[in-house]
């Protein structure tokens, strides 16, 4: 054995005990008589001293982050440490080992708040792993994962794991293709979600299934989304309704962030908000409910208005009360970030006063009519500030939801340490593409409020679906679905989205064959493990609670990866690399 006892372990209880230790080197200093070295492992910190001469000489050849082995005798320390739970006693050395050897030069400090270049520390992750903030967040995820199985366990659900090699499914973003080697000219498709899977289970008879299960996207990289993979608490529910899901959600979800943190966590039922309340009150459909400002719909206090900006225009207004007290300055410089930063013409504005004058902005167009209607008709009160934003309906909802976001965080509006969830219920089932076809705008296998009949005599982009998310503090939680288990509705959805029953067949012929055989209703969810760590470990980036995270470009610096491949290997699965012209 290496050791006897873990660094944190040790107090006062083990002082004349002659112990074994092992760990990282995290500090040496060296005072001339006597040199002190803090020895560093998983559980804490132990001060080292070293006086025997002999020992001294080598321990002047350590250098910091290097692996060593003490013996030595626990004594009481003379001068104590509070910031250590072992700052009581410190550990005479009488033998020192060193097991592994540290470079005399790091590529950057591991134990410090000095700013290192992300890249750097990524490819160098085997050393910033040793972090002791990154360090505990990957321990905290490993606890969180333990949490949430024991916890789906409790409720029933079993575990089951579904392929990795599967076919191409469409769920919103490009699939990572994998050639094979066998079946010349055809790939399989790394799953973007066990999506066809699970339902395939529940057509199976099993009640309850669940997964931690890896999903692969081939999508750009953002501060909220690993690039490549990501990880999500898979479950799916026979014979079950909207009302099921939400209820395994409000079970799982609240004692787990309670369990591993001290911040106030909203208990369910959650707050629900259909997609078009969000859209009209928050412009964006994963709301922050910690910040307090709504959207307003002021188009017709506008209608006859002189302001040309708003003419034939949807106007959107912010009402920001106490906000008159900014200067000039905060309004120019959100107009500045509404133009460069979101792209919008312009962010008008004005001010109510103290006094109850209209001042600054588009002041001399807020007539005294439409300042009474500001005031009765939508709660503006005196001292507040007032932000509009003019578009076609979908653009000023953007644009006054991102500018509600910038808001909220410039005036540090956002209630502190609270976790709050709502659900976002009623996507619509299909939306226009960017070339004007209609496509599904959430998940294609759900299924449509109205079933049959509405496909049949609804305007497509009339048709809600029994599609929910599950939104906390700005970000999306979870995404689910009550399941489309019927072949003729499934058939009828894709056929609006451009597809013929002979590529349903095709493309889903698991689910459609199984669909032929008694199936019975099913729904469920799929909540983000990474972004659940993530919140629950106030990190502000998604790549800190991700052990081997790829960079911003989608690159693993550490194992090189992606990377060039040898002719032998590419002509083993029959691809042929096209030279650039």
């Known amino acids: 054995m290496y050791r006897t006892h873990n660094l944190g372990e040790l107090n006062k209880n083990n002082i004349n005990e002659n112990v074994e230790l092992s760990g990282w080197v995290q500090k040496v200093r060296n005072l001339g008589g006597m040199i002190f070295i803090d020895l560093r492992d998983e559980q804490g910190i132990t001060q080292i001293v070293v006086n025997d001469e002999q020992l001294q000489n080598k321990a002047k050849e350590i250098t910091t982050e290097s692996c060593i082995h003490i013996c030595g005798k626990v004594v009481e320390r003379s001068s104590k440490n509070s910031k250590i739970a ?57 606890k969180i994962l333990k949490t949430l199985r024991d916890k789906m366990e409790e409720l029933g659900f079993y575990e089951i794991q579904t392929p ?61 989304r690993a690039p490549g993979e990501f990880y999500q608490l898979d479950f799916e529910m026979s014979f079950a309704t909207q009302e099921d899901v939400f209820k395994v959600i409000e079970e799982v979800i609240p004692y787990t962030f309670k369990k591993f943190t001290n911040w106030k966590v909203d208990e369910g039922p959650f707050i629900r908000i259909s997609y078009k309340e969000a859209m009209e009150k928050y412009g964006i459909d994963k709301p922050d409910l910690r910040n307090p400002l709504i959207i307003q719909d002021v188009t017709e206090l506008f209608k ?10 949807v106007v959107k207004a ?65 001292n507040s500030a007032i932000f ?27 209630e502190k340490n609270t976790y709050r969830f ?65 072949p003729e509705i499934m058939v009828k959805a894709f056929e609006i989205a451009g597809y013929t029953e002979k590529e349903v067949k095709n493309r889903f012929g698991a689910l459609y064959n199984a669909f032929q055989y008694g199936t019975p209703p099913h729904a469920g969810a799929a909540p ?54």
């Open 528 to 581: 983000g493990v990474d972004r659940m760590v993530m919140l629950i470990a106030d990190a502000q980036n998604i790549r800190e609670i991700i052990a081997f995270p790829k960079n911003k470009k989608a690159r693993d610096l550490l194992m090189g990866a992606p990377s060039v491949v040898s002719k032998q290997q590419l002509d083993d699965v029959h691809i042929e690399i096209k030279e650039e012209k």
């Open 388 to 414: 509009f934003i003019a578009d076609e309906l979908q653009t000023a909802q953007k644009i006054a939801g991102l500018v509600r976001i910038e808001l909220g965080n410039r005036l540090d509006l956002l």
């Open 422 to 486: 709502c659900y976002i219920v009623d996507f619509p089932m299909y939306e226009l593409s960017d070339e004007g076809k209609i496509d599904f705008s959430h998940n294609p296998f759900s299924m449509p409020q109205g079933g049959l009949e509405a496909l049949q005599n609804k305007n497509p982009l009339d048709i809600l679906a029994y599609q929910y998310d599950l939104v906390c503090n700005g970000y999306e939680m979870a995404s689910g679905a009550v399941r489309n288990h019927n």
């Open 86 to 142: 072992t700052g009581e006693i410190e550990v005479i050395a009488e033998k020192i080992e060193i097991l592994g050897k540290c470079k005399n030069v790091l590529p950057f400090e591991i134990n410090t708040d000095q700013e290192v270049r992300e890249d750097l520390r990524l490819e160098y992750r085997f050393l910033d792993l040793r972090n002791e903030k990154l360090h505990n967040n990957i321990l905290l995820r490993s």
């Open 318 to 382: 912010i009402v920001v009360e106490n906000g008159a007290s900014q200067g000039r300055k905060f309004f120019d410089k959100m107009n500045d970030f509404a133009i460069q930063e979101i792209g919008a013409k312009g962010l008008a504005w004005t001010k109510l006063e103290q006094d109850g004058t209209v001042q600054g902005g588009i002041a001399k167009f807020i007539t005294d009519d439409i300042k009474t209607k500001l005031q009765e008709e939508y709660n503006v009160k005196e």
């Open 164 to 224: 990795i090699l599967a076919n191409s499914s469409p769920e919103g973003a490009r699939d990572y293709l994998v050639p094979s080697r066998l079946h010349k000219g055809e790939f399989y498709a790394l799953p973007q979600a066990p999506q066809q899977f699970k339902q395939l289970l529940m057509v199976s008879g099993f009640n309850k299934y669940f997964q931690i299960a890896p999903c692969f996207r081939d999508e750009d990289p953002r501060a909220d």
């Open 304 to 313: 006859n208005s002189d302001f040309n900006a708003f003419k034939n225009k």
